[in-house]
């Protein structure tokens, strides 16, 4: 077995693993590689073929057989419509187009532009929609909605400069003799996370 041939063959073990168990994590975990090797070997594939799968010279970028521009930009112009929908959804969606492409080509694309999370692509939509001043379509404004409501319901709020929004809290913090109960008031302002804080005798802050 030459080199080459045993890089690919380790490669697609990952692969051939991940279909007989039905689980890519636990395949993953059983030869010790990441979720992310796996989808990089994946959108190798997709790309080049087997050939894909052997290191290429960095200073000979992969781009033979990437995919066409035309069919690019149409997914990228799928994923500025529907931002939610995950790489197997546009795959499908696609081939009803009669676009012809794998989920890992759809996943390549999006790690060429940095769209590989959902978030990375309502942020574009976001975005775009500010500087195109275009309309956005019900669903897409349902898609922004939620995900600012996740965003809210983790604790991320969005503040767009110093002062915006100040987030305070009082708490307490113990007793000490000679001096009695001891609270603490902390302020934070929400778009720099510079905080302070300050102790009082009372919880009044006074």
């Not at 009803?96 to 999006?110: F, L, N, P, T, Y």
């Not at 379509?137 to 767009?160: R, S, W």
């Amino acid at each position: 077995m030459t080199q080459s041939q045993y890089i690919i063959r380790r490669k697609m073990n990952v692969v051939e693993l991940a279909q007989t168990l039905g689980n890519i994590s636990e395949a993953c975990r059983n030869l010790g590689v990441s979720r992310q090797h796996y989808y990089d070997i994946k959108s190798a594939i997709a790309e080049d073929g087997l050939d894909g799968l052997l290191e290429k010279s960095r200073k000979q970028p992969r781009i033979a057989n990437r995919l066409s521009p035309e069919i690019e930009e149409k997914i990228l112009a799928y994923s500025l419509e529907f931002p939610t929908h995950g790489q197997k959804r546009v795959c499908n969606e696609l081939k009803k187009q009669g676009i012809h492409i794998s989920d890992g080509g759809v996943r390549g694309v999006w790690s060429r532009h940095n769209l590989l999370r959902k978030k990375e692509r309502l942020k574009r939509l976001e975005k775009y929609a500010g500087e195109s001043g275009m309309v956005l379509t019900e669903a897409q404004v349902v898609a922004l909605e939620n995900a600012k409501e996740e965003k809210q319901a983790h604790g991320e709020i969005e503040t767009f400069h110093p002062g915006f929004l100040l987030g305070q809290d009082t708490y307490y913090v113990g007793y000490i003799k000679g001096v009695g109960k001891i609270y603490q008031q902390t302020g934070i302002d929400t778009f720099s996370n510079v905080g302070f804080a300050k102790l009082y005798t009372d919880k009044t802050g006074e």
